[in-house]
């Protein structure tokens, strides 16, 4: 068995392959085109089939592993935060990045990372430019609402300018940039709504959005978030490993008798966290009220926002036992607490 390893860029590589005794048995600079690949695969010295390759999830790496896998040869994903040979090497190049992923894959301590499924990936890509939209839209709305409030357009006839007589009054008169933002902001709502058919069409595709949509607080957006960042939540064996995984578990600095919690770690998936806190905001009284008095009896001690990232937390242990045992949510259901175990601290990532 060979090993190949790869130091991707996005208009450039370097492929380094050794044999079962480490001794570099090729080398060569790839351009990142399909048919540069092609030719370069053409070139390699051994057959395909032998060949394990190890590469970082950087540039157009899904491409790249798909075109090498279709010829044969087993790709390993590097776990983006756990390559510190490379990082910390005092001596780095392309070349030497390519020979210390080979060697890491060739003696074993290669850290992988979980390769998402491309309808997941596909799926996780939908969400993030609709989000990336929604964000824009709500910057414009912020303008408007500053840009009015400076010239005391708020106080007149028709107040908040995007309430409807707000708007009408602006459209109305003279203020040059508040139409054309409003204009802007009309047609980013117009591109949203191809999202949000195309998700309403996507969400029978995932069962477990049914389920997780039983729970107050999340709608259909937000589930097939959670789904598209979580991927597989049986590859998780606890709660509490999944919230580690999403970098909502505390951080520790313990020593000896003394031991001591930070804040979040703020590791893995942003857009989890994003939406599980948003979760977190629109549980009430009124609509869950045995996760309300969760964070009431924690906001007097840390805190209304530490509270509200708690809840986060333990919602994100109460989804896990919901989809791994296929249970919709039950208030009376005793599901376990979400106190973090330090081996809980150690999960790997996912591309």
């Known amino acids: 068995m060979y090993t190949l390893g790869i130091d991707l860029h996005?208009?450039?590589?370097?492929?380094?392959?050794?044999?079962?005794?480490?001794?570099?048995?090729?080398?060569?600079?790839?351009?990142?085109?399909?048919?540069?690949?092609?030719?370069?695969?053409?070139?390699?010295?051994?057959?395909?089939?032998?060949?394990?390759?190890?590469?970082?999830?950087?540039?157009?790496?899904?491409w790249v592993s798909q075109q090498l896998e279709d010829v044969g040869m087993k790709v390993h994903i590097a776990h983006p935060r756990k390559i510190q040979l490379i990082a910390k090497s005092t001596k780095k190049n392309d070349d030497e990045d390519s020979r210390t992923l080979a060697n890491l894959l060739h003696s074993g301590f290669f850290p992988e990372a979980h390769r998402?499924?491309?309808?997941?990936?596909?799926?996780?890509?939908l969400l993030r430019e609709r989000t990336f939209i929604v964000r824009q839209r709500t910057s414009v709305k912020n303008q408007l609402h500053g840009i009015a409030t400076t010239q005391g357009l708020h106080l007149i006839a028709g107040g908040n300018p995007l309430f409807k007589k707000g708007k009408a009054g602006i459209?109305?008169?003279?203020?040059?940039?508040?139409?054309?933002?409003?204009?802007?902001?009309?047609?980013?709502?117009?591109?949203?709504?191809?999202?949000?058919?195309?998700?309403?069409?996507?969400?029978?595709n995932f069962p477990e959005a049914n389920i997780l949509q039983t729970m107050p607080g999340v709608g259909g957006i937000t589930a097939l978030t959670i789904i598209a960042e979580v991927d597989d939540f049986k590859r998780f064996k606890t709660g509490r490993k999944l919230t580690s995984f999403a970098g909502l578990v505390p951080r520790q600095r313990s020593s000896g008798e003394t031991v001591r919690y930070g804040s979040i770690t703020h590791n893995g998936s942003a857009p989890l966290r994003t939406v599980?806190?948003?979760?977190?905001?629109?549980?009430?009284?009124?609509?869950?009220?045995?996760?309300?008095?969760?964070?009431?009896?924690?906001?007097?001690?840390?805190?209304?926002?530490?509270a509200r990232v708690a809840l986060a937390r333990k919602l994100l242990v109460i989804m896990w036992k919901m989809v791994t045992t296929n249970t919709p949510y039950n208030p009376k259901f005793p599901f376990s607490s979400c106190t973090t175990k330090v081996s809980d601290l150690d999960t790997g990532t996912g591309v």
Request: aromatic content about 6%; some cysteine; proline content about 6%.
């Open 116 to 125: 998402t499924k491309e309808e997941i990936y596909q799926l996780r890509l």
């Open 171 to 204: 459209m109305m008169g003279e203020n040059f940039v508040l139409k054309e933002l409003h204009l802007l902001e009309e047609d980013l709502g117009k591109r949203i709504k191809p999202f949000d058919d195309k998700l309403h069409r996507e969400i029978k």
């Open 276 to 306: 599980l806190v948003e979760t977190a905001m629109r549980i009430r009284e009124g609509n869950a009220p045995e996760l309300f008095a969760f964070v009431k009896r924690l906001t007097p001690i840390c805190g209304a926002k530490k």
């Open 10 to 62: 996005k208009k450039s590589s370097v492929w380094v392959l050794i044999d079962e005794q480490r001794t570099e048995v090729w080398k060569q600079n790839v351009p990142c085109h399909p048919n540069n690949v092609s030719i370069a695969v053409e070139k390699i010295p051994v057959s395909p089939k032998e060949i394990q390759v190890a590469i970082e999830p950087v540039a157009g790496w899904r």
